[in-house]
């Protein structure tokens, strides 16, 4: 089960969330995503556990709890669509103002 974690302390490393979730079950990997380019935390990052079971009760514990002063969120990642970005958008919505919705469109 591959599970999202948000609002993570800048200064939490792999290990650490790692460690937050090894009490639950077996994690194969823990990964704080880092921007690539201040190599700084983006705030989030992702745990893979092996046993579904086990990634839903650290979801359910997990979800709200503190971690370094920070209360996290924790939910089941979505899996990622084909062009890499999960709305197939990329975040910037649909509009376009060459279509019909159009701001030039506007009846008067």
């Known amino acids: 089960m591959n599970i999202y974690v948000a609002n993570l302390n800048f200064d939490l490393q792999d290990a ?3 460690d937050h979730f090894t009490p639950y079950g077996e994690v194969t990997s823990a990964k704080v995503i880092m921007d690539k ?17 086990a990634g839903r ?7 709200g709890s503190m971690i370094d002063g920070r209360p996290i969120k924790v939910n ?4 990622r669509s084909e ?11 649909e509009r376009s103002f060459n279509n019909r919705q159009s701001f030039n469109d506007t009846q008067y």
């Open 76 to 79: 089941e990642a979505k899996p």
């Open 16 to 18: 650490d969330l790692r």
């Open 37 to 53: 380019i201040t190599e700084r935390s983006r705030g989030f990052g992702f745990v893979e556990m092996t046993d579904d079971t």
């Open 57 to 63: 009760k650290a979801i359910a514990e997990l979800n």
């Open 83 to 93: 062009n890499g970005f999960g709305g197939g958008g990329g975040g910037r919505g």
